[in-house]
């Protein structure tokens, strides 16, 4: 089984910086290829919003929830399968638990097989 497990969160001030990290676990050698992968942040009580996303390859665009525009930067290491969220400047209201998100082909019976996963959140705590 494939699993994104998400790294990198905690406690920062106000103006601070965090790095988080989104990496396939498990049965990463059944991987065929990881699409579109997408930095999510969710408040209790409110929806799941899309923070930054980032294309497989070079053709597509890099793209990034206004509010986050020019603090934060996503990147990819597709050798690792590493997806990076750099935040900085971090305020109160970026509060909140990120989850990684993509569409991951594996090899499942000899067959390509694509399926939505999502990471199980890392809690980033911006304080005032």
């Known amino acids: 089984q494939v699993q994104l497990v998400e790294s990198g969160g905690g406690l920062v001030q106000t103006g601070g910086s965090l790095r988080l990290s989104c990496e396939p676990a498990g049965r990463i050698g059944v991987i065929i290829s990881i699409d579109t992968v997408g930095w999510w942040r969710q408040v209790p009580g409110k929806q799941r919003e899309l923070v930054a996303e980032?294309?497989?390859?070079?053709?597509?665009?890099?793209r990034y929830a206004d509010s986050v525009k020019g603090r934060f930067s996503i990147s990819r290491d597709t050798a690792r399968n590493t997806v990076s969220l750099h935040m900085s400047g971090l305020k109160p209201d970026d509060t909140a638990v990120y989850y990684c998100?993509?569409?991951?082909?594996?090899?499942?019976?000899?067959?390509?097989?694509?399926?939505?996963?999502w990471g199980q959140g890392t809690q980033v705590t911006v304080s005032s």
């Open positions: 998100n993509a569409d991951i082909t594996i090899a499942k019976n000899a067959l390509p097989s694509t399926s939505n996963y």
């Open positions: 980032i294309p497989k390859g070079s053709s597509g665009t890099t």
